[in-house]
């Protein structure tokens, strides 16, 4: 799979023949932004957190007097970090800020931990419509901050410490960094947005041709929006909609990751090209075969895995 830096960014990026596996499981799984009650969405994604699991040193969990009330956030410690102390990964599920647990999570934060050495730490933020925005962004805002005052106690090196997610997780961890670099907050080694949220998608090709039938769908994001936001919330606002930041310079090293079965494709790659043209230090992939959601696929499809791994690999480059 090509990687990209800032210098070599493809102009356009596209689909390439859906992945077999994943072809003959899609009609299977569930569906993120169904037309659906919430409820039922929720219950169908449990499927993603069933065992087995891979093996990890140890999993801890901690609840954090959050600015909203108790937070969980559940750590996965390596079985051998590879360094002490170790790099550490903030991370934010996907699920359209409406669905998704950390249950449904497990296997790719054990794969990170494990292979990267470092720890992982997901966020059980509040979901949407129970919770509004900005209450998503506040609480991961606290545990960043949390993490980086109790680093010592941790055994978690401050200078190795990472922010990412995947979809609306993606979408926060873009806002989060813009917020951090305008508002003086702390300087993270690295920002993972996978397939992120960046812009509503619908005016773009990614949004047309991947309209239903590749795990998200195009106008189930209208269904998020509505969920998260308050109705006198402008949704261009750089905190909702990062790809309208009046500059993306001074950002934190990136890994971007956009897939070709994605609505979210274009938005993506937009700010992947974003990031680059304001002179980041930036690792751009591309997936041509693979669909949104593919790090929680592992189970259903050897380059969904692959895939995950060579995240894996990243994380341990970057921060470990």
Known sequence: MPVYDRTNVPPTVGRDGLDAQLAKWLPTGPVLGADERIADARRSHRVLAAKPWPPIGSVDTLVLEGPHGSLPVRVHIPTMATSTPCGALIYLHGGGWTVGTLDEFEIPMRMFAEHAGIKTYAVDYSLAPEAKFPTQLEECEFVIRWLYEHAA???????????????????????????????????LALQL???????????????????????????????????????????????????????????????????????????????????????????????????????????????????????????????G
Not at 297 to 319: G, M, P, Y
């Open 153 to 187: 106690e941790q055994g978690v090196d401050p200078a190795k410490i990472a922010l990412g997610g995947d979809s609306a997780g993606g979408n926060m961890t873009c806002a989060l960094t813009l917020k951090f670099r305008d508002g003086g907050g702390p300087r």
């Open 193 to 319: 947005p996978l397939y992120p949220e960046t812009a509503l998608p619908f005016d773009t090709d990614a949004g047309s041709e991947n309209r239903t039938g590749y795990y998200l769908e195009t106008y189930g994001v209208l269904l998020f929006a509505w969920n998260y936001l308050p109705h006198d919330e402008d949704a261009r606002q750089p905190l909702v909609s990062p790809l309208n930041a009046a500059s993306h310079a001074g950002l934190p090293p990136a890994v971007l990751v956009t897939n070709g079965f994605d609505p979210l494709r274009d938005v993506g790659h937009a700010y992947a090209r974003k990031l680059a043209e304001a002179g980041n230090d930036l690792t751009y992939i591309h997936h041509p075969t693979l669909t949104h959601g593919f790090i929680q696929f592992t189970n259903h499809s050897q380059i969904c895995l692959r895939a995950t791994q060579q995240l894996a690999e990243l994380l341990k480059e970057k921060i």
